[in-house]
T-cell receptor, first 108, second 115 residues
Framework: AQRVTQPEKLLSVFKGAPVELKCNYSYSGSPELFWYVQYSRQRLQLLLRHISRESIKGFTADLNKGETSFHLKKPFAQEEDSAMYYCALGDSWGKLQFGAGTQVVVTP | GAVVSQHPSWVICKSGTSVKIECRSLDFQATTMFWYRQFPKQSLMLMATSNEGSKATYEQGVEKDKFLINHASLTLSTLTVTSAHPEDSSFYIC???????????FGPGTRLLVL
């Protein structure tokens, strides 16, 4: 069955500290993975997708098919990174299944 | 570019009435639009996929007679919650994409409260 797991509901980090949001998935086909971010009172927006392999706002994520993971990392967290982060799995039809989300709070 | 709007942003209705929510792609033509529902403190759950000019495809467990979806043009999809009940109260979000396997752009969501 298709599944996306984000084990952490809340992640609190200090400004300047590294942050890593975990995402594991299960999917029988060739997965397409995404990270979406939702800032307070704003709509959901794409942060990055695995096929583009780019860094956005200092965030990176590597697809590890062996561990079925797509963890999101940033070496130095900023206060403006405080938001809700969702990992999502796209199927062959382009439909998205979202994880439960991780609330990140960056404190000064 | 790639802006998606939703109207209304919030609505309160009485139990038993129907409510229509619009999703528009403002600066692009969307061949496919998706409708999600998000309950408080929960993730987004896909309800249905709407392709322009064809019937919507509903996810398992979603009643198609209760959640009527119409995608009459490449820039507009509507979700009508028929005979709404308090348990239908939720945050409804749409997204739109230009072509298959491309990025989905999300609307701001519509908060529905059924009294």
């Amino acid at each position: 069955a298709q599944r996306v797991t984000q084990p952490e509901k809340l992640l609190s980090v200090f400004k300047g500290a590294p942050v890593e949001l975990k995402c594991n998935y299960s999917y029988s086909g060739s997965p397409e993975l995404f990270w979406y971010v939702q800032y307070s009172r704003q709509r959901l927006q794409l942060l990055l997708r695995h096929i583009s392999r780019e860094s956005i706002k200092g965030f990176t994520a590597d697809l590890n098919k062996g561990e079925t993971s797509f963890h999101l990392k940033k070496p130095f967290a900023q206060e403006e990174d405080s938001a809700m982060y969702y990992c999502a799995l796209g199927d062959s039809w382009g439909k998205l299944q979202f994880g439960a989300g991780t609330q990140v709070v960056v404190t000064p | 570019g790639a802006v998606v709007s939703q109207h209304p942003s919030w609505v309160i209705c009485k139990s038993g009435t129907s409510v229509k929510i619009e999703c528009r792609s403002l600066d692009f033509q969307a061949t496919t639009m998706f409708w999600y529902r998000q309950f408080p403190k929960q993730s987004l759950m896909l309800m249905a996929t709407s392709n322009e000019g064809s019937k919507a495809t509903y996810e398992q467990g979603v009643e198609k007679d209760k959640f009527l979806i119409n995608h009459a043009s490449l820039t507009l999809s509507t979700l009508t919650v028929t005979s709404a009940h308090p348990e239908d109260s939720s945050f409804y979000i749409c997204s739109a994409r230009i072509r298959a396997m491309e990025t989905q752009y999300f609307g701001p969501g519509t908060r529905l409260l059924v009294l």
